[in-house]
């Protein structure tokens, strides 16, 4: 029988999940450190280059840390080169200094590379001597089949390139990607550095503490927290919890009214006993990205929070129960709404299609609406403007609980 170390309630494993992402009380991470100490503590922030009222990783962001705008982000990532984009939990932002823990990933990826020696070789040496480049910088007419459909061959060489790890992102322009030589882009003592795994346990034992950590509590369970770890079945997941456990590096959470036990990183032992010693009640505000790392396990938020989200901007608008691109709202240990947000445009305010409360959710609470209205005036403050309510009516048949308008 598993040796349970920790036994805790529903609401303090929230409140563990809300502090250890930096959602509880006052603003831990500030300025460009804070970016980067956010981003090493949970490994690695998702990246999708859908913009409604900012990309995933900017809203990642805004809710962690206090003064960001997105020119922090794009600083760390292409002019300090201390954050690099690559493949992780699907496309990911994450610190440089992981760089060779992905070599295992990037050497799966070079055989198509090492299938195309000509067009790889050519397109190298116009980067070499012209710069950093994007696909429409490359002549070539020649199509081939790639992952999501015939496209030109310059474009596929580009690509596998960069899984392969011979090229990185030098800078994006809106969602393109210009690519350079890697090794123009990485420190020498960082792309040096060979695997560090001795065997494919020691990886999979890495990857699912890595992933632990990237969400804070995580079960042995399928998730899609789990995307992104080739070869990882059930056998190699279970066989990397049982290293984990036996090494010390992982605690096991039992959480009242869970069938099964969850999981954190023993290093994160000081931020669990705050939430075991700490009292107060968290009055601030946060509204979360889609892919927050917070809300990677659907399934755990549901039993924790009882909050169901899916992420609807790929159904078709009649299939949509709430929105294109809608976001939830965290108030104290609890996620109390979520709103649909209009596409922002320049000079224009933040808008809002609809508002929906949750179920059981007072939305008289003054000092609720209060904290909420202050965080919509610093959501739009980062997007550079100021915020109204596109007023679209709301029946109670479209979700759960009273289906109000947020007002002000």
């Not at 831990?28 to 998702?46: D, H, M, T």
């Not at 420190?187 to 804070?216: C, K, N």
């Not at 190699?236 to 869970?258: H, Y």
């Not at 931020?271 to 075991?276: A, D, N, T």
Request: charged content about 30%; overall charge negative; glycine content about 6%.
């Amino acid at each position: 029988m598993e040796t349970v170390s920790i036994a805790i309630t529903k609401s303090q494993a929230r409140k563990f999940l809300l502090m250890y992402h930096g959602l509880y009380g006052e603003f831990e991470f500030r300025g460009k450190e804070g970016v980067l100490a956010y981003i090493q503590r949970v490994g690695c922030i998702q990246y999708d280059p859908l913009n409604v009222v900012g990309t995933n990783p900017e809203l990642v962001l805004r809710s962690k840390v206090e003064d960001f705008d997105r020119g922090m982000l794009s600083e760390l990532l292409y002019t300090d080169r201390k954050l690099i984009d690559y493949w992780d939990k699907c496309m990911s932002i994450f610190s440089v200094e992981d760089w060779p823990h992905f070599s295992r990933l990037r050497d799966h990826y070079g055989a198509w590379c090492r299938s195309n020696e000509v067009v790889v070789e050519r397109v190298r040496s116009e980067i070499e001597s012209r710069g950093a480049l994007c696909s429409g910088d490359l002549e070539d007419n020649e199509k081939v089949d790639w992952a999501w459909g015939p496209t030109r061959l310059s474009r596929a060489a580009l690509e596998g390139m960069y899984h392969s790890g011979r090229l990185g992102v030098h800078h994006k322009a809106h969602t393109r990607k210009y690519y350079d030589l890697t090794e123009r882009l990485i420190p020498e003592e960082i792309l040096s550095e060979q695997d560090p795994f001795a065997t494919e346990e020691h990886y999979y034992a890495w990857f699912v503490l890595r992933r632990i950590g990237s969400v804070g509590l995580l079960w042995n369970r399928p998730s899609d927290a789990w995307l992104g770890i080739r070869g990882l079945k059930s056998l190699e997941r279970n066989e990397a919890f049982a290293r984990l456990v036996g090494e010390g590096r992982i605690l096991s959470v039992k959480v009242e009214g869970l069938q099964h036990p969850l999981y954190m990183r023993s290093s994160d032992m000081g931020i669990m006993e705050k939430v075991l010693s700490d009292d107060r009640p968290n009055e601030r505000a946060s509204v979360l990205a889609p892919l927050d790392n917070l809300i990677w396990d659907r399934q755990l938020i549901r039993e924790l929070f009882d909050f169901e989200y899916r992420w609807e901007v790929y159904k078709p608008a009649a299939e949509r129960k709430y929105g294109y691109y809608v976001l939830p709202v965290v108030f104290g240990d609890r996620i109390v709404a979520r709103f649909d947000p209009v596409k922002h445009r320049k000079n224009s305010p933040l808008a809002i299609h609809n508002w929906w409360w949750e179920e059981g959710v007072d939305s008289d609470d003054v000092r609720m609406v209060e904290s909420i209205e202050r965080c919509l005036e610093r959501f739009a403050l980062q997007l550079g403007t100021h915020y109204r309510v596109r007023a679209n009516d709301a029946s109670p048949s479209d979700g759960p609980g009273q289906q109000e308008k947020f007002v002000r």
